[in-house]
């Protein structure tokens, strides 16, 4: 049976005061959710302050991002002994603004799981394709691809996969419970491919792209939606806690 978990992605967003003043507000609001793990990613400036309130509570703390080496001279990197020290227990990998934006190359994605992996980091390593790859019939193709050379000589323990449609994310255009669920099968089977169908029926994939207090429910009810990776929703801890005490 696998534990729903719902994550929030700040992105760039909140202060350091501000990462508190959520958390102070957040976290009692939901105190007695035993039977989903909560996974909350402020930006790095921001993890010492929040795990000085989530330490010892049932939320759980993730980075955006992190650098695939241990140190040295890599200025602006943040390494996996930095995140540990901070508090973090989980890592976002391969989000598609980092793939976008940051030029972030299934290789480099494969190091920095890799890496993180060691550090007994979870990763929430992220997977989904573009309108454009949609609509021309090569989504299941960058699926695959995405969870082949990003997993590559990665164990399944400790790995969660987050399936962002590109094209719903920061849209307000979520995918349908059956466009969901069909990219959620045909990962799981990828994964079973990779790994045997046991262990891939215990990986959790959550679903990313438009997540909010209202469309919550029908997607926890897809079977192989296991949770979610929530971005303009999870900026309030109003509506965030709505999406973790779904409708079970
Ligand atoms: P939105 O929920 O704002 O669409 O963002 C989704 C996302 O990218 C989470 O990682």
Redesign the pocket.
């Known amino acids: 049976m696998r534990k729903p978990c719902i994550?929030a992605?700040w992105?760039m967003n909140k202060t350091a005061a501000e990462t508190g003043a959520f958390l102070n507000e957040f976290v009692p609001l939901v105190k007695n959710v035993k039977d989903v793990d909560i996974v909350v990613a402020p930006p790095f400036t921001s993890l010492y302050a929040a795990a000085a309130i989530v330490s010892n509570t049932n939320v759980g703390l993730a980075a955006q991002n992190i650098f695939y080496e241990e140190k040295g001279a890599y200025t602006g990197e943040i390494a996996p002994s930095m995140l540990t020290a901070a508090g973090c227990s989980y890592v976002?990998i391969g989000?598609?603004?980092r793939r976008q934006y940051f030029k972030e190359s299934d290789e480099t994605l494969n190091k920095k799981t890799k890496i993180a992996r060691k550090h007994n980091l979870q990763v929430i390593f992220?997977i989904g394709e573009s309108l454009e790859e949609r609509e021309s019939g090569r989504m299941f193709d960058v699926l695959k691809r995405e969870i082949e050379e990003g997993l590559k000589e990665v164990e399944a323990a400790g790995i969660i996969v987050?399936y962002?449609p590109i094209w719903?994310?920061?849209?307000?255009k979520?995918a349908t419970t059956e466009q969901a669920q069909e990219a959620h099968r045909y990962i799981r089977e990828r994964l079973a491919a990779l790994y045997g169908p046991a262990q891939a029926d215990e990986i959790r994939i959550l679903y990313?792209?438009?997540?909010?207090p209202d469309n919550i429910d029908a997607l926890m009810k897809c079977a192989d939606v296991d949770g979610a990776?929530?971005?303009?929703?999870?900026l309030k801890a109003d509506s965030f806690s709505k999406i973790v005490i779904f409708n079970r």
């Open positions: 994550a992605n992105k976002i989000h598609s603004e992220c987050a962002e719903a994310i920061g849209t307000g979520t990313g792209g438009s997540v909010t990776l929530v971005g303009g929703a999870s």
